[in-house]
C-alpha cells in the first residue's frame, strides 16, 4: 500500500452567496448570516478529531497516513504531535496505490483525486441529507456508485442504517475514548454542576435550563474549548447534558461517561449503542425537552439511583477504547492492501 491521506476540509471557509444572504435579510437573520461569514472562527469538531486519531493509529500500526489539508483549516485542537500534509503541496494525481479517506457531509471531495484508492469515512446520519448534495447527473447513487470503493463508519448503528436507506454494505471502525486522558476524578466533582456544549441545538439547551430554574441544578455552557479543558470540565461535572441529534456515534456523552459524568438527554439514534435509558444514562426522544426536565428532577431527588447510572455509564464507556479502534483499522487495512 501507498500513502494513506485523511482529507481535513476546509471547513471554515468564508463563501459568501448573494442567495443565501439575500433570503437570511428577508427572515431576520441577515445580521446573524453577516457575522457567521466575516467573523467565523475556527471550532474543534469531533469528527476531525477522530481522522487525526485514525492517522496515529495508523502510523503506530506501520502505514504512512497523513492528515491532508484541504484550505486553512487544521483542526488540531487536541495537541496531536502528527506531521501533516497539504494539498498544495501533495496535488491531486496520486499512485494507484495511495488511498484517500473523504468526510462524507462534503461528498465530491474524494473523487477529486485521481487513481487512487477512495474511500468515504461516514460519522453521521448522512442518508438524511445525501440526495440534496448530490448533483443533478448523480441522483439515484449511493457512494460506490458515486466513484468511490469503500464506505467505512463510525458505529455499527450507522452500518445498519446504511445497508437500510442506502442499500449499501460498510465496515464498522467504531470510535474508541483515550482512557489516559479522560478518566474520572471524583474530588473535583461538584454536585448539581450540569456540563452542556453549547454547538448543537442551542434553542434547546436554552429551553432546559429555563424549565429548570426551581431545580437545585448549576448549568455550565462551554464552546471552543481544548482537548485538556474540556477534560477539566468533564472531571468537575455531576450531570453531562446531550442535546445533539441526528448522531453517529456522539463521542461527548462517551467522553462524560469516562469522566463520571451522569449523562442526560438525546442520543441521537447512533448513541443507543451505549446509551441505554434508566441503566447507564437517562435518555429521552430527540428534541423533548419537556422530559428531559423530568429526568433532572428524578436525578435531583435520587442520589442512590444517580450514582447506579453513574457507575453503569462509566462501565460500559469503558469497552469504547482505542485498541478496540486500531484493531478495526488494521483488519480495514490489511485487506485494503492485499486487494
Not at 19 to 32: I, N, Y
Not at 37 to 43: D, G, P, S
Amino acid at each position: 500500500m501507498g500513502i494513506i491521506y485523511y482529507l481535513i476540509p476546509d471547513l471554515h471557509k468564508k463563501e459568501f452567496n448573494v442567495k443565501d444572504c439575500l433570503k437570511s435579510v428577508f427572515t431576520g437573520q441577515g445580521v446573524a448570516y453577516f457575522k457567521n461569514k466575516v467573523f467565523r472562527q475556527h471550532k474543534p469538531v469531533g469528527g476531525i478529531k477522530v481522522m487525526y486519531q485514525h492517522c496515529m493509529m495508523l502510523q503506530e500500526l506501520g502505514y504512512e497516513a497523513y492528515p491532508l489539508i484541504m484550505g486553512d483549516y487544521v483542526g488540531n485542537f487536541f495537541g496531536y504531535d502528527i506531521e501533516l500534509k497539504y494539498i498544495n503541496d501533495i496535488g491531486y494525481n496520486l499512485s494507484s496505490k495511495d488511498v484517500v479517506v473523504s468526510p462524507e457531509f462534503i461528498l465530491y471531495l474524494g473523487l477529486e483525486f485521481n487513481h487512487c484508492i477512495k474511500v468515504i469515512f461516514n460519522q453521521s446520519q448522512s442518508w438524511r441529507y445525501y440526495k440534496a448534495k448530490l448533483g443533478k447527473a448523480d441522483v439515484g447513487k449511493n457512494y460506490l456508485e458515486l466513484g468511490y470503493d469503500h464506505v467505512i463508519n463510525c458505529s455499527d448503528h450507522l452500518c445498519e442504517m446504511l445497508k437500510l436507506k442506502m442499500n449499501l454494505d460498510s465496515v464498522a471502525i467504531t470510535n474508541g475514548i483515550d482512557q489516559r486522558k479522560f478518566f474520572p476524578l471524583p474530588e473535583k466533582r461538584v454536585e448539581g454542576r450540569v456540563l452542556v456544549l453549547s454547538r448543537k441545538h442551542p434553542e434547546h439547551i436554552q429551553q432546559i435550563i429555563s424549565a429548570s430554574s426551581q431545580l437545585n441544578f448549576d448549568f455550565h455552557v462551554v464552546d471552543g474549548l481544548t482537548e485538556d479543558e474540556l477534560i477539566n470540565e468533564y472531571q468537575q461535572a455531576d450531570i453531562f447534558l446531550a442535546t445533539g441529534y441526528p448522531e453517529g456515534l456522539p463521542l461527548p456523552q462517551l467522553e462524560a461517561m469516562n469522566c463520571g459524568c451522569v449523562v442526560i438527554g438525546f442520543s441521537g439514534g447512533g448513541g443507543n449503542e451505549y446509551m441505554v435509558d434508566k441503566v447507564t444514562a437517562l435518555v429521552s426522544a430527540d428534541g423533548d425537552c419537556v422530559d428531559v426536565v423530568k429526568r433532572l428532577q428524578v436525578l435531583e431527588g435520587n442520589e442512590r439511583f444517580k450514582e447506579l447510572i453513574r457507575q453503569n455509564g462509566y462501565e460500559k464507556a469503558s469497552e469504547y477504547t482505542l485498541a478496540n479502534t486500531k484493531r478495526m483499522l488494521n483488519d480495514f487495512y490489511s485487506k485494503l492492501d492485499t486487494n
